[in-house]
């Protein structure tokens, strides 16, 4: 999909499966083809671990009989009319969907904004083994840093096409390249292990090889001899934009549509209610130039940009889908993502920077912790219930002082998203740009 003929070649196949879909009984259909494209390349110890390059173009032909659907999937080279004709025949023993549906046609995307989302650049395998080995070499000049884990460089390309027998036909494509080293410090049960990587939808605006092997290592050895820490309840912990991220991450699932239909969230019923502080304000907008999460339309080929998710901590709305949104009784908010189905999902999600470094905001905890990885997944999406092993920094007199390990952090996100204070530290080439974020009260399990 590097060419304007190959797109529409794809989007070619994607018009002719929804003929046949038609022709074999469907009363409507849309067509998807998702196209892969990558190469990676892997080190360790300078030594290179393998190379690996695939591509491939994967098919999927949704089709509605009645209220009754059915979608399969396919590789290139399928037989096009039997896969119509498998579809049809698993729908109409299919039980029936009151919520399964296209988008409305009126909702459906009729133009959409240039994203650069494309870069051509296609690094040769040696160039991306140089790149790991780069990397690795830098990390490995760090003082105390003992071992490598590995290193690795990568490219690749996800282009989708899609049709609908409603009138709809487009299609983009995005690329992506990533550095990545892994390593270790100290020896025997004391070793720490620590990363770093970098990636961008542009090649040139990957931060150097050698810059993300210099960070891996510098992490890892700060992490070298790390104490415990007694228990303590009603602590200040201060999630490092690493782990942030995640953190946020558990707000955009729980209103997510399909959770709150589902009734598992901890915010279903929280509409128009404050769920978290004031100065939280998270957008959604899938218009960024060069944007991770980017796309000039959804999985339904629906487009809307940037949508406000909350509001100085007010719940605006909910990711949807068409047919959670009719569930809802809502109409589709252009947030439909293609799998195995189609469910709602983010983009790029920004959240509001707060009024102070991040320097600042360590200092103004005082006595604290500073989490830099997270273990596990204790998070309960029904209840909110929060419990996460982690291991970082002790803050003492509002400073980093020295690595912690083996312990628990807990609460409960309903909380949590109340007793925030933001930094100002976004770093907008991430899907989530979420900066470091504090959080008062929490409970932490140690000696």
Not at 216 to 236: F, I, Y
Not at 258 to 267: D, G, I, M, Q
Not at 369 to 396: D, H, K, M
Request: aromatic share 6%; proline share 3%.
């Amino acid at each position: 999909m590097s060419t304007t003929k190959q797109s529409e070649g794809l989007l070619a196949t994607a018009e002719r499966l929804i003929g046949r879909a038609r022709e074999a009984g469907a009363d409507q259909a849309d067509a998807l083809v998702v196209r892969r494209r990558s190469r990676s390349a892997s080190v360790r110890n300078g030594a290179v671990e393998n190379t690996e390059s695939s591509e491939s173009d994967d098919f999927s032909l949704r089709v509605f009989v009645g209220q009754k659907v059915a979608t399969v999937h396919a590789g290139q080279g399928a037989d096009e009319a039997a896969l119509a004709e498998r579809a049809v025949a698993m729908a109409r023993v299919s039980p029936e969907d009151p919520h399964a549906c296209l988008a409305d046609a009126e909702r459906l995307a009729e133009k959409w904004p240039e994203l650069d989302l494309f870069d051509a650049t296609e690094p040769s395998a040696d160039s991306l083994i140089e790149a790991a080995r780069t990397a690795e070499a830098a990390a490995l000049q760090v003082k105390d840093v003992s071992s490598s884990i590995g290193a690795g460089a990568g490219a690749g390309l996800f282009g989708m096409v899609l049709a609908t027998s409603h009138g709809f036909a487009g299609s983009f494509e995005r690329s992506g390249f990533s550095h990545s080293v892994s390593v270790i410090a100290g020896e025997g049960v004391k070793m720490e292990r620590d990363y770093d990587y970098d990636s961008r939808v542009f090649y040139a605006d990957l931060d150097d090889p050698a810059a993300v092997g210099r960070s891996a290592g510098e992490r890892v050895v700060s992490r070298v001899n790390p104490r415990k820490v007694k228990t303590r309840s009603d602590l200040n912990v201060v999630f490092d934009p690493r782990v942030s991220r995640g953190l946020i991450g558990h707000l955009v699932s729980a209103i997510n549509g399909a959770a709150v239909a589902r009734k598992t969230s901890f915010l279903k019923d929280m509409m128009g209610k404050q769920v978290a502080i004031d100065g939280l304000t998270l957008v959604d907008d899938p218009f960024i130039r060069r944007g991770p999460g980017s796309r000039p339309f959804d999985g339904e080929g629906v487009s809307i940009g940037a949508l406000t998710m909350v509001e100085n901590g007010v719940l605006q709305q909910w990711y949807l889908t068409t047919g959670v949104a009719r569930e809802l009784g809502l109409e589709t908010n252009g947030r439909a993502s293609r799998g195995g189905g189609v469910s709602p999902s983010s983009t790029n999600v920004i959240v509001s920077p707060g009024a102070q470094s991040r320097e600042e905001l360590i200092a103004s905890v005082g006595t604290g912790f500073y989490v830099t990885e997270l273990i596990g997944q204790g998070v309960n999406p029904v209840t909110g219930e929060y419990s996460r092993g982690a291991s970082g920094f002790w803050i003492e007199n509002g400073e980093l002082s020295f690595p912690v390990s083996e312990v628990t952090i807990a609460s409960n996100l309903k909380d949590m998203f109340k007793r925030m204070t933001l930094a100002n530290d976004i770093e907008t080439k991430y899907a989530v740009a979420a900066p470091t974020i504090a959080v008062e009260g929490m409970t932490l399990a140690g000696d």
